[in-house]
């Protein structure tokens, strides 16, 4: 699904990737997204609870990079900065790396026009091995543990089917400040 954030296009992909080697495939998804002016990363899937999550995490990565508060020079790294809600690039990128081989992932785009976006898209397709599949949400004890979400902090919501997405989402805004 596409979307548009500030000045950027977005499109938000789930699926499964199939990396033979991490760091070759960073650097070129790097490359890729330098080359035409804007930015792919791929991530664990088991690090993201909604769209919604992303969607916010980059909200905060190109307001940081507007406004000159962004903590690293990189918008992939600063956007691994929010969606796991830390300020430690070490820990986010221990949280959101995929393994080698198949493994469910998220995969997004991010471009000044659609064209770009379509463009990167398909050569992240490439780089990656991604194929668009349904994936499984993660385990919610997975997500607490990652966001040190409390059995309480949920309960405090009530019985809201989106209590966990909600307090994902209070994490990434508390942890921006």
């Known amino acids: 699904m596409k979307h548009k954030i500030n000045k950027n296009f977005v499109e938000i992909k789930k699926g499964y990737s199939n990396l033979s080697s991490v760091p070759a495939t960073i650097k070129s998804l790097?490359?890729?997204?330098?080359?035409?002016?804007?930015?792919?990363?791929?991530?664990?899937?088991?690090?993201?609870?909604?769209?919604?999550?992303?969607?916010a995490a980059l909200k905060y990565t190109y307001d940081s990079f507007e406004a000159?508060?962004?903590r690293l020079k990189s918008p992939e790294l600063e956007f691994l900065l929010a969606l796991t809600a830390t300020r430690q690039l070490e820990g986010a990128i221990s949280v959101c790396e995929l393994p080698e081989g198949k493994s469910p992932c998220v995969l997004v785009v991010c471009a000044q026009d659609n064209k770009t976006v379509?463009?990167?898209?398909?050569?992240?397709?490439?780089?990656?091995?991604?194929?668009?599949?349904k994936i499984q949400s993660p385990q919610s004890n997975e997500?607490?543990?990652?966001?040190?979400?409390?059995?309480?902090?949920?309960?405090?919501?009530?019985v809201k089917k989106n209590a966990l997405e909600l307090l994902v989402l209070e994490k990434i805004a508390l942890s921006r400040l």
């Open 143 to 158: 997500i607490c543990k990652l966001f040190k979400i409390s059995p309480a902090e949920i309960n405090s919501l009530g």
């Open 30 to 55: 790097s490359e890729a997204g330098k080359k035409l002016g804007g930015f792919i990363q791929i991530v664990s899937a088991s690090c993201v609870v909604s769209e919604k999550q992303v969607l």
């Open 118 to 133: 379509s463009s990167l898209l398909s050569q992240a397709k490439k780089i990656t091995g991604f194929s668009e599949k």
């Open 68 to 70: 000159g508060t962004n």
